[in-house]
């Protein structure tokens, strides 16, 4: 993200974080252009959990199909960033989220 000197070695990117208060029933998790924080790649929708910590795998998988979804064609991004906001709406659909 800007601002910090995290790098990401391997075939996915496993991030956890400190799950919040019980209002809380998801997470955001946004991956975006790492210069450009308006260009988003890809959203998920993560279920919030009773544990102390919450966590999503973004995998190579789903970096490949984000990049041929942006790009059109063939590819890894190599270079994103990545938000988390908590959500309380009861609405929202866990899983990858379709643009619009």
Do not use: C
């Amino acid at each position: 993200m800007p601002g910090t000197t995290n790098q990401f070695f391997g075939p996915s990117i496993d991030i956890v974080w400190d799950t919040q208060d019980s209002i809380t029933n998801a997470y955001e998790v946004i991956f975006f252009k790492f210069d450009q924080e308006s260009e988003q790649y890809s959203q998920w929708i993560v279920p919030a959990t009773l544990d102390e910590t919450t966590g999503f795998s973004y995998t190579v998988e789903n970096n490949m199909d984000d990049y041929q979804a942006y790009h059109g064609s063939a590819g890894l991004i190599r270079n994103l960033g990545i938000k988390v906001r908590a959500r309380s709406d009861p609405a929202l659909t866990p899983g990858k989220q379709v643009p619009g």
